[in-house]
């Protein structure tokens, strides 16, 4: 027997790979696969490929990578063919690293991580380590290595413990990166790679693969040669090796120059060799193979030049798939398969769509056996084998769709044709439409048909009717569905109505429909296990009898993947397999669990169906699909099951991805549209063939199956804190959760939030206070009224910083309402987050007469950016500052400036007609005091008088803030020593009209003591 290839998954252009060129491959911590090719580089969940360009990320250096490295944080470092290295860090954002000095534009030659000092970076021959405490900065350290990795480069293979396997000018060199020393320096000729078998001995390799070397570190020394390694067919290793991986200690992986890939087994001293097979799908997609990598989970990833990606789980034992037959003449058959069986000498006979198929295992050779009927009507290509059996003298008994059962020798010479019909005799055949054949104890053959059920005579062939039996006349007329004559001489009767049991020595007949419990009345197998129970396959579920008279069924709600069950096989161990249409699902009647076997795993990527089934005396099983054929040993898939990794890679918020590698909180605002969470059981086959439950705990009641695979949406969440959460299952019993969950917080809208409503009952209380206050200061004795008069001057003062003017207030509160009902939402949120800014600001100083220039000139801006988007940006404005002015050091009187601004813009240039500016500048005057002016060029004092004369509120207002500024700026005369004042000036052109105003205001320095 030749060795079954295995069954190779691709990822090429086709399925959205960026390019099919492609260098590299890793896998993180979270199951995602990192794909590097020329043209980008690409991540791939199991359901879905994402693509990363340089157009749209500028931090990756470069779309051509080269080399991907992970780290213990799960970060993913890229080489490229530039001096810088990109790493995407735990959110998957990208970083591009600059490895050198700026002068420095060598390219970097190598990239790897150790334990001991994180990743290491080769450029120029010279090593650059993350420096401590900055792991995203690299500096150049000289090593006492470095002399003994000069020379020409050869080759460089990263590997366990820290250690590095150099080729250099013909010197083989291992460097322990822990110790820093170099524990192999070997001149050695020709070699083309490299790689660890143990701690102590490496397999080194020529690049024509008729030699491989065994070296021991400790001994320096060659230890063995393997020469003439022979692959599978006997053939020696053919073409360039190229690079290589560590599968064990035992085998090795190794790409070629156009000849695909060769698996060494140094202890067998063999080498298996795999190629591309056009007309295979499961096979390798292409023979000029470039990187290797095998992942520790099992995954072995082959990287091509022009075919994109190809890679198969080692650790999943495969089963045998044979998608097409061709004969001698080069004739291809690649049909489903309506039933089959095998003989003593080794052929598989197939009963398919159009043909009858011998297929030689030994020999691999088919043949597409000719039939016809006595008449020379040829059958081969014009009629379906419904069924193939064959007895115990060797004859092959072949069932059809329309002309009855053929009866062929082993010289494949039909000696008789069975019809419902003989020229001048009817027979009792109810149909020549054949749909089971089952040999009984004496020997003759049970035959079921469309319309009922008769018993040939073998050797007379001769068919006798049951119309007349006693107990099985209604089974002449049933249509039937399936035969099994199970070790007890008991016949089962599968038919459209039901099971039947005839047992011949009790004279007795058992029917079981879905009365007693059947899951549906076409029965398609029967079976028994080791402990007494007897199975049904039928059209809408899997039965089974229990020994107290009991049924249980199942279909896809409660275990099965499919409701629909047509084969059904017991292995050695007591394991019931069933064929459940588009999979294989194995049934443990002791602890009652189901397992999975579909697509991969070395059954078709072409479609899986499973249409008959058949088990030999060695026991094993061959499935007929809808593209040939499947067997395997049921005990080699023991170990096909691998615990699932689910995880949450992404959250798509309009257009915003967030990724994840752990646990995270993110907020969005309440008005956020919907959320897209993409996720994956972490198997890199595909999670169709699994099931996904998922669940946003806080809105959804339970868990809930995601509508498309490996995605969830939710819209218009209300506010709240909510979690994500999924979990993955093989079978629907055995689940594995997310190792984390991702959290979303949606935010009330502002009017909601309690800062809102802070403000609100502050001003209240504030207002209320204020007037309190007044009140008892009212009845205070004339011996305190001068420190009466000075406290409401500073209680005036914050009251003013409070208010701020109720019309102020009011207005902009207006203009936040009418942006809302007008719907611009967008100006609306600007205006509403910067008003929200500025009162709480104004709380944060309320009860402060004082504050660093720095936060009041911010005051200031927010206070002009509100009037200037209430305005429509109808002027411009500038603050300057003297850049000697050491702002986060100076105080000045809390809202001395607000006043004077609010009068150039209200009073001022609201008024004036075509450009309007206002200026306001901060000046170091001398060592005592500092001066800020404000200046505008308005219609000047005299017009606004005039257009505010009617206006009474506006000048009681502006009266008021003029003298309680004035009166402030006096008791800080009289408290600090130094000059304080405020000058109003007009601004006048040539021709003496009115061009602005400019106030002056001088505002002493001060210690904070003196305050």
Request: glycine letters at 8%; aromatic letters at 12%.
């Given at each position: 027997?030749?060795?079954?290839?295995?069954?190779?998954?691709?990822?090429?252009?086709?399925?959205?790979?960026?390019?099919?060129?492609?260098?590299?491959?890793?896998?993180?911590?979270?199951?995602?696969?990192?794909?590097?090719?020329?043209?980008?580089?690409?991540?791939?969940?199991?359901?879905?490929?994402?693509?990363?360009?340089?157009?749209?990320?500028?931090?990756?250096?470069?779309?051509?990578?080269e080399?991907?490295?992970?780290?213990d944080?799960?970060?993913?470092?890229?080489?490229?063919?530039?001096h810088?290295?990109?790493?995407?860090?735990?959110?998957?954002?990208?970083?591009?690293?600059?490895?050198?000095?700026?002068t420095?534009?060598?390219?970097?030659?190598?990239?790897f991580?150790?334990?001991?000092?994180?990743?290491?970076?080769?450029?120029?021959?010279?090593?650059?380590?993350?420096?401590?405490?900055?792991?995203?900065?690299?500096?150049?350290?000289?090593?006492?290595?470095?002399?003994?990795?000069t020379?020409?480069?050869?080759?460089?293979?990263?590997?366990?413990?820290?250690?590095?396997?150099?080729?250099?000018?013909?010197?083989?060199?291992?460097?322990?990166?822990?110790?820093?020393?170099?524990?192999?320096?070997?001149?050695?000729?020709?070699?083309?790679?490299?790689?660890?078998?143990?701690?102590?001995?490496?397999?080194?390799?020529?690049?024509?693969?008729?030699?491989?070397?065994r070296?021991?570190?400790?001994?320096?020394?060659?230890?063995?040669?393997?020469?003439?390694?022979k692959?599978?067919?006997?053939?020696?290793?053919?073409?360039?090796?190229?690079?290589?991986?560590?599968?064990?200690?035992?085998?090795?992986?190794?790409?070629?120059?156009?000849?695909?890939?060769?698996?060494?087994?140094l202890?067998?001293?063999?080498?298996?060799?795999?190629?591309?097979?056009?007309i295979?799908?499961?096979?390798?997609?292409?023979?000029?193979?470039?990187n290797?990598?095998?992942?520790?989970?099992?995954?072995?990833?082959?990287?091509?030049?022009?075919?994109?990606?190809?890679?198969?789980?080692?650790?999943?034992?495969?089963?045998?798939?044979?998608?097409?037959?061709?004969?001698?003449?080069?004739?291809?058959?690649?049909?489903?398969?309506?039933?089959?069986?095998?003989?003593?000498?080794?052929?598989?006979?197939?009963?398919?769509?159009?043909?009858?198929?011998?297929?030689?295992?030994?020999?691999?050779?088919?043949?597409?056996?000719?039939?016809q009927?006595?008449?020379?009507?040829?059958?081969?290509?014009?009629?379906?084998?419904?069924?193939?059996?064959?007895?115990?003298?060797?004859?092959?008994?072949?069932?059809?769709?329309?002309?009855?059962?053929?009866?062929?020798?082993?010289?494949?010479?039909?000696?008789?044709?069975?019809?419902?019909?003989?020229?001048?005799?009817?027979?009792?055949?109810?149909?020549?439409?054949?749909?089971?054949?089952?040999?009984?104890?004496?020997?003759?053959?049970?035959?079921?048909?469309?319309?009922?059920?008769?018993?040939?005579?073998?050797k007379?062939?001769?068919?006798?009717?049951?119309?007349?039996?006693?107990?099985?006349?209604?089974?002449?007329?049933i249509?039937?569905?399936?035969?099994?004559?199970?070790?007890?001489?008991?016949?089962?009767?599968?038919?459209?109505?039901?099971?039947?049991?005839?047992?011949?020595?009790?004279?007795?007949?058992l029917?079981y429909?879905?009365?007693?419990?059947?899951?549906?009345?076409?029965?398609?197998?029967?079976?028994y296990?080791?402990?007494?129970?007897?199975?049904?396959?039928?059209?809408?579920?899997?039965?089974?009898?229990?020994?107290?008279?009991?049924?249980?069924?199942?279909?896809?709600?409660n275990?099965?993947?499919?409701?629909?069950?047509?084969?059904?096989?017991k292995?050695?161990?007591?394991?019931?397999?069933?064929?459940?249409?588009?999979?294989?699902?194995?049934?443990?009647?002791?602890?009652?669990?189901?397992?999975?076997?579909?697509?991969?795993?070395?059954?078709?990527?072409?479609?899986?169906?499973?249409?008959?089934?058949?088990?030999?005396?060695?026991?094993?099983?061959?499935w007929?699909?809808?593209?040939?054929?499947?067997?395997?040993?049921?005990?080699?898939?023991?170990?096909?099951?691998?615990p699932?990794?689910?995880?949450?890679?992404?959250?798509?918020?309009?257009?915003?991805?967030f990724?994840?590698?752990?646990k995270?909180?993110?907020?969005?605002?309440?008005?956020?549209?919907?959320?897209?969470?993409?996720?994956?059981?972490?198997?890199?086959?595909?999670?169709?063939?699994?099931?996904?439950?998922c669940k946003?705990?806080?809105?959804?009641?339970?868990w809930?199956k995601?509508?498309?695979?490996?995605?969830?949406?939710?819209?218009?969440?209300?506010?709240?804190?909510?979690?994500?959460?999924?979990?993955?299952?093989?079978?629907?019993?055995?689940?594995?959760?997310?190792?984390?969950?991702?959290?979303?917080?949606?935010?009330?809208?502002?009017?909601?939030?309690?800062?809102?409503?802070?403000l609100?009952?502050?001003?209240?209380a504030?207002?209320?206070?204020?007037?309190?206050?007044?009140?008892?200061?009212?009845r205070?004795?004339?011996?305190?009224?001068?420190?009466?008069?000075?406290?409401?001057?500073e209680?005036?003062?914050?009251?003013?910083?409070?208010?701020?003017?109720?019309?102020?207030?009011?207005?902009?509160?207006?203009?936040?309402?009418?942006?809302?009902?007008?719907?611009?939402?967008?100006?609306?949120?600007?205006?509403?987050?910067?008003?929200?800014?500025?009162?709480?600001s104004?709380?944060?100083?309320?009860?402060?007469?004082?504050?660093?220039?720095?936060?009041?000139?911010k005051?200031?801006?927010?206070?002009?950016?509100?009037?200037?988007?209430r305005?429509?940006?109808?002027?411009?404005?500038?603050?300057?500052?003297?850049?000697?002015?050491?702002?986060?050091?100076?105080?000045?009187?809390?809202?001395?400036?607000?006043?004077?601004?609010?009068?150039a813009?209200?009073?001022g240039?609201?008024?004036?007609?075509?450009?309007?500016?206002?200026?306001?500048h901060?000046?170091?005057?001398?060592?005592?005091?500092?001066?800020?002016?404000?200046?505008?060029?308005?219609?000047?004092?005299?017009?606004?008088?005039?257009?505010?004369?009617?206006?009474?509120?506006?000048?009681?207002?502006?009266?008021?803030?003029?003298?309680?500024?004035?009166?402030?700026?006096?008791?800080?005369?009289?408290?600090?020593?130094?000059?304080?004042?405020?000058?109003v000036k007009?601004?006048?052109?040539?021709?003496?009209?009115?061009?602005?105003?400019?106030v002056?205001?001088?505002?002493?320095?001060?210690?904070?003591?003196?305050?």
């Open positions: 027997m030749q060795a079954q290839p295995p069954a190779f998954y691709h990822l090429s252009t086709a399925e959205g790979l960026s390019e099919n060129n492609v260098t590299t491959a890793a896998r993180d911590k979270a199951g995602v696969l990192w794909i590097a090719t020329t043209e980008g580089l690409n991540s791939f969940d199991g359901n879905r490929i994402t693509t990363y360009h340089k157009h749209k990320y500028p931090e990756l250096a470069d779309n051509s990578v080399r991907i490295v992970i780290d944080r799960n970060r993913i470092w890229l080489r490229t063919n530039t810088y290295l990109t790493m995407l860090d735990e959110k998957r954002k990208f970083h591009r690293i600059k490895v050198g000095d700026t420095d534009a060598t390219n970097i030659s190598a990239v991580y150790t334990t001991a000092h994180g990743v290491v970076a080769i450029k120029n021959r010279q090593h650059y380590f993350q420096k401590k405490g900055n792991d995203t900065a690299f500096e150049k350290k000289q090593l006492p290595i470095d002399d003994q990795l020379g020409n480069i050869g080759f460089t293979y990263y590997i366990d413990n820290d250690r590095v396997i150099y080729y250099r000018s013909s010197a083989l060199v291992v460097v322990d990166y822990s110790s820093m020393k170099v524990l192999l320096h070997m001149p050695f000729r020709g070699l083309n790679g490299a790689h660890y078998i143990n701690n102590d001995e490496l397999i080194a390799f020529t690049r024509k693969g008729d030699v491989f070397y070296i021991s570190i400790s001994q320096q020394k060659v230890i063995k040669e393997y020469r003439e390694i692959d599978q067919h006997g053939l020696s290793v053919n073409g360039e090796l190229r690079n290589m991986t560590r599968i064990d200690s035992n085998r090795f992986a190794f790409t070629t120059y156009f000849s695909g890939l060769y698996i060494l087994d202890q067998k001293e063999t080498a298996k060799h795999w190629v591309h097979d056009p295979d799908p499961r096979s390798i997609g292409g023979n000029n193979t470039f290797i990598r095998y992942d520790t989970s099992g995954y072995l990833f082959v990287t091509t030049q022009t075919s994109g990606l190809h890679f198969y789980n080692l650790k999943q034992q495969q089963a045998t798939t044979k998608p097409y037959f061709i004969d001698d003449n080069k004739q291809v058959f690649d049909g489903y398969i309506q039933s089959l069986t095998t003989d003593d000498e080794n052929n598989v006979w197939m009963g398919t769509q159009d043909r009858l198929i011998r297929w030689n295992r030994s020999t691999d050779k088919t043949l597409y056996v000719p039939l009927l006595p008449g020379g009507e040829p059958l081969t290509g014009r009629e379906t084998i419904r069924v193939v059996r064959t007895d115990e003298d060797g004859n092959l008994w072949v069932g059809t769709s329309r002309f009855g059962v053929l009866v062929l020798n082993k010289q494949l010479k039909i000696i008789a044709q069975i019809n419902d019909s003989i020229p001048g005799k009817r027979t009792g055949f109810p149909s020549a439409w054949i749909n089971a054949i089952a040999a009984h104890k004496n020997g003759n053959m049970w035959v079921t048909t469309l319309r009922g059920t008769s018993i040939i005579n073998k007379t062939f001769e068919i006798t009717s049951l119309n007349d039996h006693p107990l099985l006349g209604e089974m002449s007329k249509p039937g569905a399936s035969l099994w004559n199970d070790e007890k001489s008991k016949m089962w009767i599968g038919t459209t109505r039901g099971a039947w049991c005839y047992d011949e020595d009790k004279n007795t007949l029917r429909t879905t009365k007693e419990g059947l899951a549906h009345n076409t029965v398609y197998a029967v079976n296990d080791d402990h007494g129970n007897t199975y049904f396959a039928t059209a809408g579920g899997f039965s089974v009898l229990s020994k107290d008279g009991t049924i249980k069924s199942y279909n896809r709600s275990g099965l993947r499919n409701d629909r069950c047509e084969g059904m096989l292995d050695e161990k007591g394991f019931l397999w069933i064929g459940n249409l588009n999979c294989i699902i194995r049934y443990d009647p002791v602890n009652k669990k189901f397992t999975v076997f579909e697509e991969g795993i070395g059954f078709s990527h072409a479609g899986f169906r499973v249409r008959s089934s058949y088990k030999t005396k060695t026991g094993e099983m061959f007929g699909t809808d593209k040939g054929i499947t067997y395997f040993f049921p005990e080699q898939m023991s170990s096909v099951t691998l699932l990794r689910p995880s949450i890679s992404s959250l798509q918020v309009g257009n915003d991805l990724h994840f590698t752990g995270d909180v993110i907020g969005f605002p309440f008005n956020t549209s919907s959320f897209v969470f993409n996720f994956s059981s972490g198997e890199l086959t595909g999670d169709k063939k699994n099931q996904l439950l946003l705990t806080g809105f959804d009641d339970d809930k995601p509508s498309v695979t490996g995605q969830a949406v939710y819209s218009k969440l209300p506010p709240g804190h909510y979690t994500f959460e999924i979990k993955a299952s093989r079978d629907g019993i055995n689940w594995y959760s997310s190792s984390y969950p991702v959290e979303i917080i949606v935010a009330k809208p502002w009017w909601r939030q309690t800062w809102f409503r802070i609100g009952v502050t001003i209240i504030a207002i209320g206070w204020l007037i309190y206050s007044y009140a008892r200061k009212r205070k004795n004339k011996l305190e009224m001068m420190e009466l008069n000075v406290k409401m001057a209680s005036k003062f914050s009251n003013l910083r409070l208010q701020m003017n109720p019309h102020f207030l009011f207005n902009s509160l207006s203009s936040i309402q009418h942006l809302i009902v007008s719907q611009q939402t967008n100006k609306a949120y600007k205006y509403l987050t910067l008003f929200s800014n500025f009162l709480r104004l709380l944060n100083y309320a009860e402060k007469n004082f504050l660093p220039l720095d936060e009041e000139l005051i200031v801006r927010m206070y002009i950016e509100l009037e200037s988007l305005f429509d940006q109808s002027f411009s404005w500038e603050i300057k500052t003297d850049e000697h002015l050491t702002n986060d050091e100076i105080f000045v009187p809390t809202l001395m400036i607000q006043p004077f601004v609010e009068n813009i209200w009073h240039l609201l008024h004036k007609e075509g450009d309007k500016k206002l200026l306001i901060f000046q170091n005057s001398t060592e005592e005091y500092l001066t800020c002016t404000v200046e505008d060029n308005g219609v000047g004092r005299e017009e606004s008088t005039r257009i505010r004369k009617n206006k009474i509120s506006s000048m009681v207002h502006e009266s008021k803030g003029i003298s309680i500024i004035k009166e402030r700026l006096k008791l800080l005369e009289q408290k600090t020593g130094k000059p304080a004042g405020l000058e007009d601004i006048y052109n040539e021709k003496n009209e009115a061009t602005g105003t400019k002056i205001i001088t505002i002493p320095y001060y210690n904070p003591e003196e305050i």
